[in-house]
């Protein structure tokens, strides 16, 4: 895969889209981003010290009901890197990668769907390693915290792009299944917020959950949980 780094950008998820007519897939790395875009709207922080990576991936034949691959085959290439690390991150339902309780890394999909299919996704990860998180501190950590270790932006950049590369989509269900952390949630939704039991994740990305004894599954677009 053709892969394009840059110093300073304002989003790679931003500015991959001028590839969109190439028809190749693509990876741009930033040592900084500008503008970094996390999901619902917010920022997400990047300054120097973080690994900012936005693939783009065209597909032929990827029924838009199978888009929660993408997601997870993200969460999982972040985890495998961790692990080659010495950590054991956890996954947040839906894509939240945490080490003891705190955010290591984030993900944002942008798929183009077009009758029934996704064409194209680009998929931005941002991966906390030896940067500066400020006042986030209490609920974000870096690689070198976790895992006790100085590593370089450059070597885990590469491991990421290996993992990311390295398998097809379908191919990351069982990791996934393995670092996604059920048990006891806190759900949010934009009316109310309630104790529940995480139970599993369905096919379909959805969430299964018990409150007061009634299974229902959550969807990630209307919903988010705390564990
Ligand atoms: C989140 O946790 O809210 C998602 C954060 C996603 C950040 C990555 S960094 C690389 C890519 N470019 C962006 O602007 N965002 C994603």
Known sequence: MKIEYLQEVGSTNDYIRRYLESGEDI???????????GTKGRSF?????GVYLSFLRFFSDFPSR???????????SVCRTAEEFGIEPVIKWPNDVLVGGRKIAGILIENTFSGGEIKNSIVGIGLNV?????????????????????????????????????????????????????????VVTAEERYAATARRVLDDGRLEIERDGKISALSAAEVSVRL
């Open 130 to 186: 030896s940067n500066n998180l400020g006042g986030l501190s209490d609920i974000a950590v870096n690689l070198n915290e976790a895992s006790g270790r100085t590593l370089s932006c450059g070597q885990v950049r590469d491991r990421l792009i290996a993992h990311f590369c390295g398998t097809g989509f379908l191919q990351s269900d069982k990791l996934y299944r393995e670092c996604v952390r059920l048990g006891a949630i806190t």
């Open 45 to 49: 922080l990047s300054c120097e010290g």
């Open 66 to 76: 199978n888009a929660f691959y993408i997601m997870q085959h993200a969460a999982v």
């Open 27 to 37: 990876a741009v790395c930033a040592r900084r981003q500008t503008g970094g875009k």
